[in-house]
C-alpha cells in the first residue's frame, strides 16, 4: 500500500483545530466590528444629540472617584425623564459613564451610567 497523499491522523487533527479557532476569531472580530456599528448608546460618540425613551435616569456629578463614599462624590443633579435631550460631551465607546449635558430651560451637565435598560435614540 502506497501512501502517497496521506495525512498522518494527527496533522489532520492540528489541521481541524487551527481551522477552527482561525474561524472562531474571525467570528469574534466580526461580532466586535458589528457591536462598534450598531447605533445603541453605548457607543455614542461625543457630540451626538439623543433623547431618553426609557424610565427616569439619575444626571450625577464626579460619577468615577472611587476612593471617596458613594454618596459624597455621585451626587445627584437631576433625573432625566422620558422625552428629555441629551448632548453627549465626553464618551469612550463601551465605557459605563458617559458626560452629557442636558438640552433645554436648565442646560445641567453631569454624568449618566449606561446600562442595557438604558433607552435613548440618536436624532439626526
Known sequence: MSSLGKLSPDIVAVRTVTQRLVLLLIGFFALAILLTRLPT?????????????G?????????????????????????????????????APFRPWK????????SRIGWIRVTPALGAIRLE
Open 55 to 91: 424610565g427616569q435616569i439619575p444626571l450625577m456629578q464626579y460619577p468615577a472617584m472611587p476612593e471617596r463614599s458613594v454618596v459624597a462624590n455621585r451626587q445627584l443633579i437631576a433625573m432625566l425623564k422620558p422625552g428629555d435631550r441629551i448632548l453627549v460631551l465626553d464618551s
Open 41 to 53: 448608546f453605548i457607543n455614542a460618540a461625543s457630540g451626538e444629540t439623543w433623547q431618553i425613551r
Open 99 to 106: 458626560k452629557v449635558m442636558l438640552i433645554g430651560e436648565e
